[in-house]
């Protein structure tokens, strides 16, 4: 019996370690850093890691106060990108659309006050003028404070939205490492 014992155990505890280390060999990696762009801050935008291993996902992170973190990378190589592209294109649409007035369904649309644009109303409810979109005053509020976000934004060149022309890359490894990205002008 001892004899079989061993020669179960030997096996089983080979086997163990081989998981082992096949595990602690996967492990995942964590990248933080900041991001500049001719030595000024970006505050505002997203750093995408692209694998260059076929088959993998990109990874989208939002760049906050100049900062990001990026979480559960699989070792190897990647291509970054940065970008302000969609977040110079919020901040547009929400100037503008500051401009015209806020979004309330009575607050004239077309000539009958909450109707849609021409169409016109014979008769006029006081009632309706009074009428307030539930959430108005959330969504109003969020406006503004997006819009305070992005007020200081730097905008950083759109070639290094693109993965063929960025220029950046980087081997992440398992454990935590930071890579600071400055982009230089010109």
Same mark, same amino acid.
């Given at each position: 019996m001892k004899s079989t014992k061993k020669r179960t155990l030997f096996p089983l505890a080979v086997l #163990? $370690?081989?998981l082992l280390f096949g595990v602690i060999g996967c492990s995942k990696g964590k990248v933080t850093g900041k991001v500049t762009y *001719? *030595?000024? &801050?970006v505050p505002v935008g997203t750093v995408t890691f692209i694998p260059v291993q076929e088959g993998k996902q990109p990874l989208v992170i939002e760049i906050k106060d100049g900062q990001y973190t !990026?979480?559960?990378l699989s070792p190897g190589t990647y291509t970054i990108t940065v970008s302000t592209i969609?977040?110079?294109? &919020?901040? @547009?649409n929400l100037k503008?659309?500051? !401009? #015209? *007035?806020? $979004? @309330?369904?009575s607050g004239g649309g077309g000539k009958g006050g909450g109707q849609a644009p021409g169409i016109e109303s014979k008769t006029k409810d006081k009632a309706q003028d009074k009428f307030e979109m539930p959430g108005l005053k959330d969504i109003e509020a969020g406006?503004?404070?997006t819009l305070k976000k992005l007020e200081g934004m730097i905008d950083v060149p759109p070639k290094y939205a693109d993965p063929e022309k960025s220029g950046l890359r980087l081997d992440v490894k398992s454990g935590q490492q930071e890579f600071d990205i400055d982009i230089p002008k010109g």
């Open positions: #163990s $370690l081989v *001719g *030595g000024e &801050t !990026a979480e559960k969609s977040q110079r294109q &919020t901040y @547009n503008k659309g500051k !401009a #015209s *007035g806020p $979004l @309330n369904p406006k503004e404070e």
